[in-house]
Every structure is written in structure tokens, then in C-alpha cells.
């Protein structure tokens, strides 16, 4: 399902949708995705987790989406693709439900880092992971 959205329309329809559910667990997902980007060092598991997010902030706490947020910014950046360049363009796809990732982007370094949202990484390859050290 989160890989087959084409733009706005997609996302009002499956927010309009996940809105009736009440709070999901859609940033576990992001935060899995993140991870498997990693360890598949594959940007579609990024971009499914950053489509999850942007429908996220329609019914679960910001802050929960900030979080997973900084995690596949980092997994970006492990696989050397742009975490800018990913951000805006479902940003982009996602038009007015994009603003969480424009609004992300906006954040000072160190607000978007691991640090701040205090986790770490473990592990490399295969058994990469992150950890909560709250």
C-alpha cells in the first residue's frame, strides 16, 4: 500500500482513511523501514517509511513521527543517498500532506540528529538496528 501512492489525491484518500482508525502503528512501520534501508541498503524501504510518516501525522502524536523521522534521515545518509532529495520528493508527491517532511528539513542539524531523539545504532550489515536509549 505505501508503495504504490502517485500524489496528493492518494494520500487525502488513505488519510481520510487511517483518520476513522484513530492512533496506528504506522511509525513502528517507518521505524522498521528504516532499519531494513540499512540493512538492505535499499532506498525504497526509505521512501515506503517516509510515506508512512506523512500519513502518520493524521492521527498519532508529532513527536512519535519526529522521531522515526530523524531515524530515516540517518538510514538515508548510511546509504548514501540524499536525505534531502528524498524528504522533497515525497514532500512533493505528497503535496499538502508533506509539510512534516518540509518542516523536518527545517530543523537545525542537531535537532534532526539520533542524539536528540536519543537513540543509537547497533550492529552493521544484517543485524543493524536502532536503540531507544530513553
Not at 482513511?17 to 496506528?24: A, F, K, P, V, W
Not at 521512501?47 to 500519513?55: C, D, E, F, N
Amino acid at each position: 500500500m505505501v508503495k504504490r501512492f502517485d500524489g496528493e489525491r492518494d494520500y487525502s484518500v488513505a488519510s481520510a482513511s487511517i483518520r476513522s482508525m484513530g492512533e496506528t502503528y504506522l511509525p513502528v512501520f517507518c521505524q522498521r523501514a528504516a532499519v531494513l534501508t540499512v540493512r538492505a541498503n535499499d532506498v525504497s524501504h526509505l521512501r515506503s517509511g517516509l510515506r508512512a510518516a506523512v500519513l502518520s501525522v493524521s492521527v498519532d502524536d508529532l513527536y512519535d513521527v519526529i522521531i522515526v523521522l530523524a531515524l530515516l534521515w540517518n538510514s538515508a545518509e548510511l546509504i548514501g543517498v540524499s536525505p534531502e532529495v528524498e524528504f522533497l520528493g515525497i514532500a512533493r508527491q505528497a503535496g499538502k500532506f508533506g509539510g512534516v517532511l518540509v518542516d523536518f528539513l527545517k530543523r537545525a542539524p542537531e535537532d534532526r540528529s539520533l542524539d536528540a531523539m536519543q537513540y543509537s545504532v547497533r550492529g552493521a550489515g544484517k543485524t543493524f538496528w536502532y536503540r531507544c536509549d530513553w
